[in-house]
């Protein structure tokens, strides 16, 4: 049963939590608002549109990415202060455990943590969304309407290689589609163009068909041939990026069609769904950590714990962002990816739990 002392304890870090976010955030928008002014004043954009098309989604993008920081440091500020003025060893004094002291402190990371899923799964994606497209329209272009060498699996067996392809024309430029049983070539369609129809529907123009069997092979010529291929134009400009930009289950579908065609590229987005859930759950570990180095009043007050936590946070979003990186590369494989950092710094707040018990 939730008592005084431990809606106290809810309220100081939760309280903090957030008016650390607003506090930051409303700094980082200064920042950004100044580099980005004279694009908003080129294009002449209103008040309204700057906040509702583009700050609006870029509130929830940035605390969502640094809320491991907020959480560490929100209990880092308020538990130092606790310990300083004797708070805490008064409620330990009381009769109360460590274990039970700890109680309103992991009752407020599971709030953390649920709106951190949600937000990570259902709200970000479409902010980034809107932050790129409003980024690419009014400040710096980096999209393109046009792709090269694209080389995939769309189906088990089958592979796809077009050399160019036009997103607003959805016209592809030499083309091949080759069908393999095992290791053995069956089948290839060589073509000048191929054009996007619609519900996977494709037409393949001045082509040329060859079918092998055996030691035998029979060409045939023509100028279209129309075919399906289960793939649509948006995801032949699939990136590494474009994952976060979808929700849970659109995340989850891509990864089932890519995994049914026998894809292997898919780690970006696998290491994408992990860190959906490797993120919220830091919450739990940021909290415990922050309370076993904080509780205990010692020489150097709240500055020194300060301090450290501000190191301990930044290596864990260095070490969380290098892990991502070798899971892109194929190094790490995507789970170890995400869940690394957390298990090595759970084995740090483990052992400090310990210590500040004895």
């Known amino acids: 049963m939730m008592k005084t002392l431990d809606w106290y304890i809810i309220k100081k ?12 955030l409303s700094i980082a928008i200064v920042f950004d608002l100044t580099e980005k002014l004279d694009d908003f004043f080129e294009d002449q954009l209103t008040v309204k549109e700057i906040i509702m098309d583009y700050y609006i989604h870029f509130i929830p993008y940035y605390a969502n990415m640094f809320s491991s920081l907020f959480i560490f440091i929100s209990v880092i500020f308020f538990t130092s202060k606790m310990a300083g003025n004797s708070e805490v060893i008064a409620i330990l004094a009381s009769g109360v455990s460590y274990q039970r002291f700890l109680v309103p402190y992991f009752v407020s990371a599971a709030f953390l943590f649920v709106l951190g899923v949600w937000l990570s799964g259902y709200v970000i994606p479409p902010a980034s969304r809107h932050l790129l497209t409003f980024t690419d329209k009014h400040c710096e272009r980096f999209t393109s309407e046009n792709v090269r ?15 160019s392809f036009q997103n607003r024309t959805k ?23 191929i054009r996007y129809d619609s519900l996977y529907y494709w037409h393949f123009e001045n082509y040329i068909r060859r079918d092998f069997e055996g030691m035998r092979e029979s060409l045939v010529r023509g100028d279209r041939l129309d075919t399906i291929i289960p793939i649509e134009p948006k995801e032949l400009f699939m990136t590494a990026e474009s994952a976060q930009m979808m ?11 890519q995994e049914a065609r026998g894809a292997g590229n898919i780690g970006a987005f696998e290491t994408e769904w992990h860190k959906r859930w490797a993120g919220p759950i830091g919450a739990f570990i940021m909290t415990l950590l922050g309370v076993t180095m904080s509780s205990k009043k010692v020489r150097g007050g709240m500055g020194k714990n300060l301090g450290i936590g501000i190191v301990l946070t930044a290596a864990y979003i260095l070490f969380s962002t290098v892990s991502t990186t070798f899971s892109v590369t194929g190094v790490m494989s995507p789970f170890m990816a995400a869940w690394l950092p957390n298990f090595v710094f759970l084995a740090i707040g483990i052992a400090l739990y310990f210590n500040v018990r004895r």
């Open 149 to 163: 060498n694209v080389q995939m699996e769309v189906e088990p067996g089958t592979i796809l290689y077009i050399e």
């Open 13 to 24: 870090f939760l309280g903090t939590f957030f008016f650390s976010i607003v506090l930051i």
């Open 247 to 257: 929700t849970n289950p659109e995340l989850r579908e891509f990864m089932a069609r």
């Open 171 to 193: 016209m592809g430029y030499r083309t091949s589609l080759e069908h393999f049983e095992g290791k053995v070539l069956t089948s290839r369609i060589t073509a000048d163009r």
